[in-house]
Every structure is written in C-alpha cells, then in structure tokens.
C-alpha cells in the first residue's frame, strides 16, 4: 500500500508508511506519485531475493543532538543501503525510522529498486518485546527512502525501564529482501483481467479489500442496484447511492475506481480514511447499516439470506435429566488459528465439548450444582460463509496484542457434514448439503500495529484467480491464492552453496485473515447475471452522464494540441470587473467569455462566431494582442493588422505568444456612436495613443472604469479634461487629478501626470491607464482617509482582513480587523487592544496559526519579534489571514523575563488539588519557587517543609533539588506537584527504606495492554521486617478508603512493568532491596484496582496515549 504523507491528523496513524520528507509541523497535502519518465532498472533484480539482516548499534543515544542519524552503509542485491532514523521524532512524538537508498543521489535517471524490509528496535532485557515492523516498496529518485513515521513511542523508547535502551545504547536491526522489479505504471488492470481496482485514498486498503470481495458476490451487487434511490439524492449523503455508483463504476468502467463518495456517505472525515481499521469491523458495520437502509424495500432481509447462520449453546447435565439451549445468529465465525493446522481443526475447537464439574459445576434449575456438559453445534450454514481467522490475538506472558503468523491450512472445498454432520444440531436440516467452495482470501501483510490489506478473488468460482491490490488486478495460480497465504516460515535459497552457512529462514508476516465460502447448491443463485437491467434509470443516466463527461474532459485533453483556447475581453468585463474584484490592470482573463477554436481555422472565420456571440458586426470588431510588459503588468499593445487577421488561429497564437501555452488573449474595440449602435474602428496612425481611464472617489474610497480614448502623442492632457468630466457627470471646468498606474508588484507605482506635458514626454503608450479625480481639497484631507489615487492603490495592495481568535477557543473566529500588510507588530496589537476595549496593548499576545495542521503554532510571537503583519501571516510558503490572541495580566515584555511555571499542590489533610501559577526571573531556583508557594498555600503548620516533584504519567520521576535553575524545568508534558515532606520522612531509620506506591489495572481492552497507572503517585515509608498487611493498614488511612473497596484490592511488587502478587504474610523490605536499578520508579508497590475516580482537570497536559478509535459510520 503505497501511501504519501496524509491529510490532517492529530495523530499520524501508527502504521503510516512514507517517505521521511521532512515533515512541516502537522499533516502535508496528498501526493499522488506520476510514473517516472524511464523505466531504465539498474541492475535488474535476479529472481531468486538476495536478503541480508544489518545491526547497528547505536551509543550515546538520548545525547544525539541531530535531527537525522544515519547508519554505515550495508550492501543487499549489490545495492548500497542505510537506516536514517530521527532519534527525536520526525515532528511526531514517536521515533521515525526509514530504509534509505545511500547512493541515490550518483545513481542514472529512471533507476527504480524494490525491497521487501523489516526495521527494529530490540528490546535489550527480553528479545521478545523487541518492536519490529516490515513493509515492502519500489525505490526510486522521488521516493528514496521508505519507512516509518511513528515507529514507536518516544516515552516507550527513552524509558529505561522499558529495555529499548540500555547503558544510553540503542540497537536497530534491518532485514532487507531485494525483489524483481515489476514496471508498475504501464500495467493495464483492465486489458490485463477484465476487472479494475480501487484507488487507495491513505490507508483504505482494508476497505478496497472488503469492497471488492462483497462486489464480486454478485446477488449482493443486485440487492445494492434494486435498493431504492432517487434522482435528488447525493452519493456523498447516501450510503446505498454511493454503493451503487462505486459498483457500477467497477462493473463498466475501464481504470480504477476512487473511494471518496463512499467513505463521505459513511461520514467519515480524511482523519478516518487515514487510520487503518479492521476488515471484520467494517464489514460487520457496513452489513448492519446496509440491512438497516434495506427494511421496507424490495430487497429486505438480503444481507440475512446471504450471509446469516446460527448456532445453538447448549448445556446438558450428565447424572439429570436437564438441557438449556440458546439459538444464536451469527453473520461470521471466528476461528482459532492459534494451535490449529487448517480450518477443519478450527471447526474441531469451535465445536469442541467443555466439562463442568469440580469447583466448576453447572448450576440446573431445581437440580442443584451438577457436572455437565457444554458446547455449540450449528443449526444452519449460511449460502455465504464468512470465516475470520484470528491471526490477532492477545498474549497474556507478553501482556500485549500479538499476530499470529502460523501456518495454517485452508480447502479449496469446504465440507462442514464430515465425519456424519459432527458439527451440526440435532435440529439441523439434513437435507441441506454443506459443501462449500472457496471464493475469496483476504489477506493481511505485516504487523499488529497496521500493514497492508489485500484479496486474492475468483469472481466465477472457475480456477482463475485474481489479486485485488487496490488499484492493480493481476492474474495469479491457485498455489498463491492458497499456499503462500497459509502463512508459517520460508527459507531462502543459500546465497552461497558449499559454505556451511545457516540458511535465512524469514516469518511470512502476509497470511490469509479472512476467507468467503460459497455454497455449492447455491453458487448457481448467488454468482447470477447482473446486468443494465438491474440499474435503476436515474443511476443509469446519472453514471453514463459523469462517464460521458469525464470521457469529454479526456477528449478534450487528448485533442488539446489540435485547439487554441482564445480569451476575449471587452469593454463590459473591464466595466464589470474593475473596482470589484481587481483593481489593478484592467482585466482577470479567467472571467471573460473563452472560445476553444480549431488551430487551422482562419481567424476571419473566427470573427464570425464572435458576431454571433456578442452582435458585434464583423466589420465593426477591431482585435488588440495583450503583451506582458517587464514590469509584470498585462496591457493591450497593438492592433491585429489586416494581414495577421488573414492567418489561421494557430499561426497567430504563435505571434502573439512566446510561451507556446494553448491560449490567445485578445481585447475587442468596439466603437459606439451616440445612439449606442456600434461604428467601424477609427484609423489608427502611429501618433494615436490607446488610453484606459478609472476614476477615483475619495470620499466613497471607490474605484471604477470610466471607458477609453484615442489621444495624440503630442497632444496634452489639458486638452482631454472637458472629455473626461463629460465621462465622469463632472461640470466641464472641474478640477482634476490625473495619475499614471504603471505597476503594482512587488510594490505600488503610480505617479502624478502633469497635464501640461504631451502624452510621449510624459511617456505614455497604448494599453496605458490613467486613473482620475476630483482636485482634492485642503479640508478634503480630514474627511479621507485616503485622499488621493495613489495613497487609495497602496492601501488596496497591502489591506488585509484578518481573522481573531481567542487561543482559548481556536476554533472560533471572535472578529475581525481590516489591517495592512505593513503594518508593525505595534500597530496590530494596538488595533487589536483598541476592539478588545483594553488600555495596555502590551498585554496583547499573538500566535501565528499553522496552515497544515489548522492549529495555532505551539509558540507564540514574541514582543516585537516580527516587524510586520505580513510576517505574522506567513507559515512556510503559504499565507494564513488567522491570528490567536491572549489578554495577559501583565506586560509580555515583562512576562518573557520571567519562566512560569503551573504548579499542583496537594494539601497535606484535605483532600483536594490547587493548582498555582507561579512567575519567577528565569534564574531563580526550584527553593525560590517553593519560598513563592508558601506565601499562596494553606500549609498544616507554620514550619512545615514542601518538596517538588516531576509527575509523568501518574509516576514520580524526580524530585527537585532546592538548587535547582527553573529556567530549564518543563511543565507542558509533566505535571509539577508540590507537598509537604511528612514529619515520618524526616527522621528514616538507618533500615528504613522511602519506597515509590502507585495505583494501576490491568486494561483488556487496550490493545497494548501494558499496566495502566493511574491516580495519584505517591511515597511511603516502609521499615525492616514490615509485613504487607502492616503496611496496608497504614496505606488505607493514608488514602481513607472504606474498608469494602479496600478489600478488593490487590498488591503487587512491580519491576520493569511485571507485577509480582504480594501476600499479607510477606515482608514488603525484601523486595525493594536492589541497588542496581536506573531510576526509583522501575519498581514499585502497586496498588491493583479499578479506576473510579473522576479524572482532575489539571492531568489534562499529560499527553495521553491515543488507541484507535473503533469504525463508525456515521449516516
């Protein structure tokens, strides 16, 4: 699953397969790779993989101080490659960890290299945990690394309490297979098989994997097509619309198929489609939803009579007369793969007989306790049997969730009567004959955390089969349907026969995951016909239309070397347009009517489409070439002669443009007389000037065009007032300003034209504009704000508007300002203080806001750190009009001499959490910080001492020293909580010991189910020969715990994260008597119960672990 970096996400998913790229901060737009030019394969892979495993150990870890790492370089397949690694994270909180081409850079255009790979961080204190993840990828000079973005937790990583790092060293290992190279891009899916993909939009694999294996049962595509739907409905806001329309689309067309209407009628927004999910899951939301849509429809009841079963639950007593059964339904079967050779195996345990005797009796109504029997046998097999291997599954030893890679065997025929109907009820139908033929293998490729999905299908039951890839449809033989998908280990070749080298045997980490069954009295029913027929009209109509426009489109892109797109612009767009959406130049050639012309029709010809179009006569139309001056402005500059207009449209459009794009930009002339009909054009002799005219209102700050006019070189501006004052319903004698617009980037030029000069001293030429006003008046300069032309052009060019938001709700907008770009950063605060009704604008802060992630930027702009509004806007190459504000209670200059720091204190006998802010000179110690509480806090008596410690996801990982510099001290992950030191601490014994307690469970469903902690952490004291049940009396008064909770808690000795269940007899000194350990909390006395407690707002900064949320769709 080739997947490029994704749209927004807090979280990148945690199997997100990238290139590294250098993340900016937050998600990137999506890229879809374009096929490389060549296809030139250096060194072209032989078949038979080269593999090669590379350690590289890595010293003095935490003290890396470079944003990438790389390792030696290693050779595989007589490539070179090396591992980059980013030890703090590639703008994510996880390590990222990536395989790298080394010599990309030296290698010929168009090299291309594929590798099967595993990266790994080993776990130094037990192999076993080691983190290991594999994909596989084509390499070449766009994408020259591959790997993982998230590989794993940094907080996991650097504690090393964890095992990843030992002795501040670190070991990665990479296993690396180099594969045939197969040319991707020129591959045809549909000339190939006879069927299409669908596009991957992230991480939807898991999807397009379900999506195609439910489109080839056939009964279920008709059902899809006979659910009512009407014309008005959207695919976007319909499921059963949006299925249709995908459904069709695979069904007749001829490339592959995207996604996005689909999951946009599931409701799910771009941070669902790019988290991978599990297929068993989607599948049994999108059946449920489905069978919902489908009630009170010509197909209720499709999705039971395909795929629904039951099965009976049975308890059968052995010395009584007494049976209980429970009918159940189900839709698919879990089957076992763990200690399973094949799926008759799993079948075995499913239906395998449980003893209930011992300590373990069954309790029978009126019957008492008895020894008994229980078990499940089938009632009825669906037509369409959907079997979910569970090759997930929770390790108990390794307290984690683990795949299950074993071989493990599946039939091609299915026989679920064997051995006499051993699984079936005594009230199963007999009749039915249960023999079922394989129609599709789901495959998974990788590990627990994600990886990549995939089908292998034989839509007709015939012996072909075809992988589904997304968007790639291969034929492919039975055996890799089958046998490569059983799973368990493979050797590869000896790369060096005779040596007595160990073979490389490697795990098939791509195994089947889900297996269709159907039956074979049924198959004649469910692989029916589908047809047009089966298409309801509108869904017809509506698909062939976005077919045939979509075929147009390409139509038209195909034949675009054949056509030349002309823009013409008229006097009524420069009329429309100017003073509304420009305001420089005269024309947005994008707005203006486009004609899209044979390039070998003559351009009379031509003329005479446009007297259709605007009922300008041919002999009245005059046509001007727009030029692009140095000064990157855009003006008409000369007329087409009568020769040119004789040329073909192709030949022209080559005149006039010089950077060979398809399109030719012309202004039509048209003269009108004074009853508005059109004349033929004036003679133009080279003394004749073409001028554009705008008026300027002062008072409305209006801009607008006014029209054009012919002038003579050397005639002078004086002479034209009277004209332009008729233009302008001014009196004849008006006064007038007249200003030469002549550019506008990267600044404002326009300058004062003095009427008494002629029009070519004052340098004027066709395609010039003159913008115009009234004189302005002395006492005019009070009203205006920008009393003349070019003082109104500069305040367009630079106004921006901007967007507020309070940094407390960044989602909303509070108000917003019109500023200018040029403004200084006291100019904005100002403005902004001034809305905000505040006197001191230096209590003002502001944070720039990210573009990608949509957040504001963690940082915020310091005092007079930017000098203008435009550089607060800017974030990368994009520009953003939001800023964030916060109201501070003090000065920001002030406040950025000073560090502060939010403080929890705990109040010694009250039960109760105070949370202080405390603002000291950034050289003040940890002791100035505690002297600043005692002033704020309610101390149990005048000399009582107080502690600070570092709190970091409910452990104590430090205290304090009274000496301590603040400066350095972070309290935006870990919480700082200060106490009083207990009196009993004060005075420890010389065999007493101060030991850490926590509380945590044990949490199922996690799908890391490491020990949780929770709560609050705290110390105990715990003197020699002390027994359990002493030290819980002393624990229980400590938290005041009624005695009923109390009792159901367990106690355990925790080291490295392993708890050892403590009994009341045993003495709690003898297990905290290691030296040796790197930091206090690697062990622990445990407090095992339930989290009832209601979370406290303050532990709302402790980033907590994000699991993946469950599949829902939302319509």
């Given at each position: 699953m080739?997947?490029?970096?994704?749209?927004?996400?807090?979280?990148?998913?945690?199997?997100?397969?990238?290139?590294?790229?250098?993340?900016?901060?937050?998600?990137?737009?999506?890229?879809?790779?374009?096929?490389e030019?060549a296809?030139?394969?250096?060194?072209?892979?032989?078949?038979?993989?080269?593999?090669s495993?590379?350690t590289?150990?890595?010293?003095?870890?935490?003290?890396?101080?470079?944003?990438?790492?790389?390792?030696?370089?290693?050779?595989?397949?007589?490539?070179?490659?090396r591992?980059?690694?980013?030890?703090?994270?590639?703008?994510?909180?996880?390590?990222?960890?990536?395989?790298?081409?080394?010599?990309?850079?030296?290698?010929?255009y168009?090299?291309?290299?594929?590798?099967?790979?595993?990266?790994?961080?080993?776990?130094?204190?037990?192999?076993?945990?080691?983190?290991?993840?594999?994909?596989?990828?084509?390499?070449n000079?766009?994408?020259?690394?591959?790997?993982?973005?998230s590989?794993?937790?940094?907080?996991?990583?650097?504690?090393?309490?964890?095992?990843?790092?030992?002795?501040?060293?670190c070991?990665v290992?990479?296993?690396?297979?180099v594969?045939?190279?197969?040319?991707?891009?020129?591959?045809d899916?549909?000339k190939?098989?006879?069927?299409?993909?669908?596009?991957?939009?992230?991480?939807?694999?898991?999807?397009?994997?379900?999506?195609?294996?439910?489109?080839h049962?056939?009964?279920?595509?008709k059902?899809?097509?006979?659910?009512p739907?009407?014309?008005?409905?959207?695919?976007?806001?319909?499921?059963?619309l949006?299925?249709?329309?995908?459904f069709?689309?695979?069904?007749?067309?001829?490339n592959?198929?995207?996604?996005?209407?689909?999951t946009?009628?599931?409701?799910w927004?771009?941070y669902d489609?790019?988290?991978?999910?599990d297929?068993?899951?989607?599948?049994?939301?999108l059946?449920?939803?489905?069978?919902?849509?489908?009630?009170g429809?010509?197909?209720?009841?499709?999705?039971?009579?395909?795929?629904?079963?039951?099965?009976?639950?049975?308890?059968?007593?052995?010395n009584?007369?007494?049976?209980s059964?429970r009918k159940?339904?189900?839709?698919?079967?879990?089957?076992?793969?763990?200690?399973?050779?094949?799926?008759?195996?799993?079948?075995?345990?499913?239906v395998?007989?449980?003893?209930?005797?011992?300590?373990?009796?069954?309790?029978?109504?009126?019957?008492?306790?008895?020894?008994?029997?229980k078990g499940?046998?089938?009632?009825?097999?669906?037509?369409?049997?959907?079997?979910?291997?569970?090759?997930?599954?929770?390790?108990?030893?390794?307290?984690?969730?683990v795949?299950?890679?074993?071989?493990?065997?599946?039939?091609?025929?299915l026989?679920?009567?064997?051995?006499n109907?051993?699984?079936?009820?005594?009230?199963?139908?007999?009749?039915?004959?249960?023999l079922?033929?394989?129609?599709?293998?789901l495959?998974?490729s990788?590990?627990?955390?994600?990886?990549?999905?995939?089908?292998?299908?034989?839509p007709?039951?015939?012996?072909?089969?075809?992988?589904?890839?997304?968007?790639?449809?291969t034929?492919?033989?039975?055996?890799?349907?089958?046998?490569?998908?059983?799973?368990?280990?493979e050797?590869?070749?000896?790369?060096?026969?005779?040596?007595?080298?160990?073979?490389?045997?490697?795990?098939?980490y791509?195994?089947?995951?889900?297996?269709v069954?159907?039956?074979?009295?049924?198959?004649?029913?469910?692989?029916?016909?589908?047809d047009?027929k089966?298409?309801?009209?509108?869904?017809?109509?509506?698909l062939?239309?976005?077919?045939?426009?979509?075929e147009h489109?390409?139509?038209?892109?195909?034949?675009?070397?054949?056509?030349?797109?002309?823009?013409?612009?008229?006097?009524?767009?420069?009329?429309e347009?100017i003073?509304?959406?420009?305001?420089?130049?005269?024309?947005?050639?994008?707005?203006v009517?486009?004609?899209?012309?044979?390039?070998?029709m003559?351009?009379?010809?031509?003329?005479?489409d446009?007297?259709?179009?605007?009922?300008?006569?041919?002999?009245?139309?005059?046509?001007?070439?727009?030029?692009?001056?140095?000064?990157?402005?855009?003006?008409?500059?000369?007329?087409?002669?009568h020769?040119?207009?004789?040329?073909s449209?192709?030949?022209?459009?080559?005149v006039?443009?010089?950077?060979?794009?398809?399109?030719?930009?012309?202004?039509?002339?048209?003269?009108?007389?004074l009853?508005?009909?059109?004349?033929?054009?004036?003679?133009?002799?080279?003394?004749?000037?073409l001028?554009?005219?705008?008026?300027?209102?002062?008072?409305?700050?209006?801009?607008?065009?006014?029209?054009?006019?012919?002038?003579?070189?050397?005639?002078?501006?004086?002479e034209?007032?009277?004209?332009?004052?008729?233009?302008?319903?001014?009196?004849?004698?008006?006064?007038?300003?007249?200003?030469?617009?002549?550019?506008?980037?990267?600044?404002v030029?326009?300058?004062?034209?003095?009427?008494?000069?002629?029009?070519?001293?004052?340098?004027?030429?066709?395609?010039?504009?003159i913008?115009?006003?009234?004189?302005p008046?002395?006492?005019?300069d009070?009203?205006?704000r920008?009393p003349?032309?070019?003082?109104?052009?500069?305040?367009?060019?630079?106004?921006?508007?901007?967007?507020?938001?309070s940094?407390?709700?960044?989602?909303e907008?509070d108000?917003?300002l019109?500023?200018?770009?040029?403004?200084?950063y006291?100019?904005?605060v100002?403005?902004?203080?001034?809305?905000?009704?505040?006197?001191?604008?230096?209590?003002i802060?502001l944070?720039?806001?990210?573009?990608?992630?949509?957040?504001?930027?963690?940082?915020?702009?310091?005092?007079?750190?930017?000098?203008?509004?435009?550089?607060?806007?800017?974030?990368?190459?994009?520009?953003?009009?939001?800023?964030?504000?916060e109201?501070?209670?003090?000065?920001?200059?002030?406040l950025?001499?000073?560090?502060?720091?939010?403080?929890?204190?705990?109040?010694?006998?009250?039960?109760?959490?105070?949370?202080?802010?405390?603002?000291l000179?950034?050289q003040?110690?940890?002791?100035?910080?505690?002297?600043?509480?005692?002033?704020?806090?309610?101390?149990?008596?005048?000399?009582?001492?107080?502690?600070l410690?570092?709190?970091?996801?409910?452990?104590?990982?430090?205290?304090?020293?009274?000496?301590?510099?603040?400066?350095?001290?972070?309290?935006?992950?870990?919480?700082?909580?200060?106490?009083?030191?207990?009196?009993?601490e004060?005075n420890?014994?010389?065999?007493?010991?101060?030991i850490?307690?926590?509380?945590?469970?044990?949490?199922?469903?996690?799908?890391?189910?490491?020990?949780?902690?929770?709560?609050?952490?705290?110390f105990?004291?715990?003197?020699?020969?002390e027994?359990l049940?002493?030290?819980?009396?002393?624990?229980?008064?400590?938290?005041?715990?009624?005695?009923?909770?109390f009792?159901?808690?367990?106690?355990?000795?925790?080291?490295?994260?392993?708890?050892e269940?403590?009994?009341d007899?045993?003495?709690?000194?003898?297990?905290?008597?290691?030296?040796?350990?790197?930091?206090?909390?690697?062990?622990?006395?445990?407090?095992?119960?339930?989290d009832?407690?209601?979370?406290?707002?303050y532990?709302?900064?402790?980033?907590?672990?994000?699991?993946?949320?469950?599949?829902?769709?939302y319509?």
């Amino acid at each position: 699953m080739t997947m490029m970096t994704p749209p927004p996400l807090d979280q990148e998913d945690d199997e997100m397969l990238v290139p590294h790229s250098d993340f900016v901060e937050g998600p990137q737009p999506m890229e879809v790779p374009q096929p490389e030019a060549a296809s030139t394969v250096e060194n072209q892979a032989v078949e038979d993989p080269p593999s090669s495993r590379f350690t590289w150990t890595i010293e003095n870890f935490s003290r890396l101080n470079t944003k990438k790492h790389y390792s030696d370089i290693f050779f595989v397949g007589g490539y070179k490659w090396r591992v980059l690694i980013f030890p703090k994270g590639n703008n994510v909180d996880q390590l990222s960890m990536y395989l790298d081409v080394a010599d990309s850079a030296s290698l010929p255009y168009g090299w291309s290299r594929y590798a099967q790979f595993s990266l790994a961080v080993i776990n130094q204190i037990h192999n076993k945990y080691s983190v290991r993840k594999d994909t596989q990828h084509q390499f070449n000079a766009r994408e020259s690394d591959w790997g993982f973005t998230s590989f794993m937790p940094l907080s996991e990583l650097y504690d090393p309490s964890r095992g990843y790092l030992v002795n501040d060293t670190c070991i990665v290992e990479a296993e690396v297979a180099v594969r045939r190279v197969v040319d991707y891009w020129t591959y045809d899916s549909k000339k190939e098989t006879g069927y299409v993909g669908l596009k991957n939009q992230g991480a939807t694999c898991y999807m397009n994997s379900l999506l195609q294996t439910l489109y080839h049962i056939p009964y279920f595509r008709k059902a899809v097509y006979h659910m009512p739907t009407t014309e008005n409905d959207m695919p976007s806001g319909s499921i059963p619309l949006a299925l249709q329309s995908l459904f069709y689309k695979l069904q007749y067309t001829d490339n592959s198929v995207a996604t996005k209407e689909l999951t946009k009628s599931f409701g799910w927004d771009t941070y669902d489609s790019f988290m991978q999910h599990d297929v068993q899951e989607l599948n049994r939301v999108l059946c449920e939803k489905l069978e919902d849509k489908m009630k009170g429809t010509v197909v209720e009841g499709t999705i039971q009579q395909l795929f629904e079963g039951h099965h009976m639950n049975y308890i059968e007593c052995i010395n009584v007369d007494y049976k209980s059964t429970r009918k159940e339904s189900f839709y698919d079967l879990q089957l076992d793969v763990k200690g399973c050779r094949d799926v008759y195996a799993s079948f075995d345990k499913y239906v395998e007989v449980e003893r209930l005797e011992g300590d373990n009796k069954y309790h029978a109504e009126q019957h008492g306790l008895q020894d008994a029997k229980k078990g499940v046998l089938f009632i009825d097999f669906p037509p369409v049997l959907q079997l979910q291997l569970k090759r997930f599954e929770y390790d108990f030893m390794r307290d984690t969730m683990v795949k299950i890679n074993d071989r493990y065997e599946f039939p091609l025929q299915l026989d679920l009567d064997r051995e006499n109907g051993r699984y079936l009820s005594p009230d199963a139908d007999r009749r039915v004959r249960n023999l079922y033929t394989l129609h599709s293998v789901l495959v998974h490729s990788g590990g627990v955390h994600g990886g990549h999905y995939y089908a292998f299908i034989r839509p007709t039951l015939t012996d072909q089969w075809f992988k589904f890839d997304d968007e790639r449809v291969t034929k492919e033989d039975v055996k890799r349907a089958l046998e490569e998908q059983y799973g368990g280990e493979e050797e590869l070749p000896q790369t060096n026969p005779g040596f007595n080298n160990t073979p490389f045997k490697f795990t098939k980490y791509s195994n089947a995951y889900m297996l269709v069954y159907i039956r074979e009295s049924d198959k004649d029913k469910i692989i029916c016909n589908v047809d047009e027929k089966d298409i309801a009209e509108h869904l017809r109509m509506r698909l062939k239309k976005e077919q045939e426009e979509k075929e147009h489109k390409k139509k038209e892109k195909a034949e675009a070397h054949l056509y030349t797109i002309i823009k013409v612009a008229r006097n009524e767009d420069l009329a429309e347009q100017i003073g509304r959406d420009i305001y420089f130049d005269l024309v947005d050639h994008d707005k203006v009517r486009s004609f899209r012309i044979q390039k070998q029709m003559p351009f009379n010809v031509f003329k005479e489409d446009v007297a259709k179009e605007f009922g300008i006569p041919v002999q009245f139309q005059r046509f001007w070439l727009w030029a692009k001056r140095q000064n990157h402005t855009y003006r008409p500059n000369r007329p087409l002669t009568h020769q040119e207009e004789m040329q073909s449209v192709g030949q022209l459009r080559e005149v006039s443009n010089k950077a060979h794009n398809a399109e030719l930009k012309l202004f039509l002339e048209v003269e009108l007389g004074l009853d508005l009909r059109p004349l033929p054009p004036p003679d133009k002799t080279k003394e004749d000037i073409l001028l554009f005219f705008k008026l300027y209102d002062c008072e409305k700050e209006e801009l607008r065009y006014l029209g054009r006019l012919f002038v003579k070189g050397a005639g002078k501006p004086a002479e034209i007032l009277t004209k332009l004052n008729e233009m302008a319903g001014f009196p004849p004698n008006e006064e007038i300003e007249l200003y030469e617009e002549i550019k506008f980037e990267p600044t404002v030029m326009c300058e004062h034209i003095d009427k008494k000069l002629t029009f070519r001293v004052s340098q004027l030429e066709d395609g010039d504009i003159i913008c115009f006003q009234k004189s302005p008046l002395v006492e005019n300069d009070e009203q205006c704000r920008y009393p003349d032309v070019p003082s109104f052009l500069e305040y367009v060019h630079n106004r921006q508007v901007v967007h507020f938001r309070s940094l407390e709700k960044p989602k909303e907008d509070d108000f917003c300002l019109e500023l200018s770009k040029l403004f200084t950063y006291d100019d904005v605060v100002e403005r902004v203080a001034r809305q905000l009704g505040l006197d001191d604008p230096t209590k003002i802060r502001l944070t720039s806001h990210n573009c990608y992630s949509q957040q504001p930027k963690p940082q915020p702009i310091k005092f007079r750190g930017v000098e203008h509004l435009s550089d607060m806007l800017v974030h990368y190459n994009q520009t953003s009009d939001i800023l964030y504000y916060e109201v501070l209670d003090i000065p920001l200059p002030e406040l950025q001499g000073l560090k502060t720091l939010k403080v929890a204190f705990h109040h010694s006998t009250k039960d109760e959490v105070v949370i202080h802010t405390i603002r000291l000179p950034k050289q003040s110690t940890v002791g100035d910080v505690i002297n600043d509480l005692k002033t704020k806090v309610e101390l149990s008596h005048p000399n009582a001492e107080l502690r600070l410690l570092e709190v970091f996801y409910h452990k104590i990982y430090k205290i304090f020293p009274p000496s301590e510099k603040i400066e350095n001290i972070n309290d935006q992950y870990w919480t700082l909580r200060a106490e009083e030191i207990p009196e009993e601490e004060k005075n420890l014994g010389p065999q007493d010991r101060l030991i850490h307690v926590y509380h945590f469970t044990k949490d199922a469903a996690q799908n890391q189910m490491q020990v949780q902690n929770f709560g609050e952490p705290f110390f105990l004291i715990i003197h020699e020969g002390e027994t359990l049940a002493e030290v819980k009396v002393r624990i229980q008064k400590k938290l005041q715990v009624p005695d009923e909770e109390f009792s159901k808690w367990k106690f355990a000795f925790l080291s490295l994260g392993r708890p050892e269940y403590l009994q009341d007899t045993d003495i709690v000194s003898s297990r905290f008597q290691r030296r040796d350990v790197y930091g206090a909390w690697e062990q622990y006395l445990g407090l095992e119960h339930s989290d009832s407690a209601p979370k406290r707002a303050y532990a709302a900064n402790q980033n907590r672990h994000t699991f993946e949320k469950p599949v829902k769709i939302y319509n």
